[in-house]
């Protein structure tokens, strides 16, 4: 497709739980990003991923968040044993270098995955 | 530490202009994004500023101070489909701990527009 895809738009789960959340990058970008976007919060970055490598992983707010990437193409982020406080929108960008010193490089959005922890 | 500040609200006319300030305190700069986002969708890519001055695209535009950690976006001939939260974002210098240009994002504000 044209732009970057997520699914599923909406995941509702119960505390404990693992989850999976899939981003589709547009068609040719070696750069993703993962965000999270909570309830009166500013978008908050989990992790980058150059190709299928994962050169900075900052965000990640604790171990029970990993991400991959497979092929250069489609990342997988998964939060295992859910909390409440894991409950955010999860929103995917994709750049065409993801390189800091290129100073066009612009960051493109999926539509994000809204997840609740029950 | 790393900061951007913008407000949380603001409230225009249909046809007027409004201006939204972001001020930022980072460790490097590298660029400086505006991004629109309607609720429950995509943010989408406004404007990127990386020298001083003013960057205008139609009704749009953006201003960078980089000396005083300021920019603003300019909206003109406001319309209803304007209402939306804006979204301000400052990438740092590369290296570091900042290999991937990540994005620092201030909390957005939402602007409603009145007929």
């Known amino acids: 497709g044209a732009g970057v895809s997520q699914s599923p738009s909406n995941k509702v789960t119960e505390k404990g739980k693992d989850v999976e959340l899939r981003c589709d990058p547009i068609?040719?970008?070696?750069?993703l990003y993962w965000y999270r976007q909570s309830l009166g919060q500013g978008l908050e970055f989990l992790i980058y991923?150059?190709?299928?490598?994962?050169?900075?992983k900052s965000g990640l707010p604790s171990d029970r968040f990993s991400a991959e990437r497979t092929g250069g193409s489609v990342s997988t982020l998964t939060i295992q044993r859910t909390q409440q406080e894991d409950s955010a929108v999860y929103l995917c960008?994709?750049?065409?270098?993801?390189?800091?010193?290129?100073?066009?490089?612009?960051?493109?959005f999926g539509p994000g995955t809204r997840l609740t922890v029950l | 530490g790393q900061n951007i500040d913008q407000p949380t609200e603001m409230t225009a006319t249909e046809g007027a202009i409004v201006q939204i300030n972001c001020t930022y305190q980072?460790?490097?700069?590298?660029?400086l994004f505006w991004y629109q986002q309607h609720a429950g969708e995509a943010p989408t890519f406004l404007s990127y500023?990386?020298?001083?001055g003013l960057e205008e695209k139609g009704r749009f535009s953006s201003f960078l101070s980089r000396s005083k950690g300021y920019s603003y976006l300019l909206l003109k001939e406001l319309q209803m489909k304007d209402s939306a939260s804006y979204l301000c974002?400052?990438?740092?210098?590369?290296?570091?701990?900042?290999?991937?240009?990540?994005?620092?994002f201030g909390q957005g504000t939402e602007l409603s527009v009145k007929p």
């Open positions: 960008a994709s750049s065409l270098t993801g390189l800091a010193g290129s100073s066009t490089d612009t960051q493109y």
């Open positions: 068609s040719g970008h070696t750069a």
């Open positions: 991923f150059q190709g299928n490598s994962a050169p900075d």
């Open positions: 980072t460790s490097g700069f590298n660029g």
């Open positions: 500023n990386v020298l001083d």
């Open positions: 974002a400052v990438r740092g210098r590369p290296g570091g701990d900042n290999q991937g240009g990540k994005l620092i």
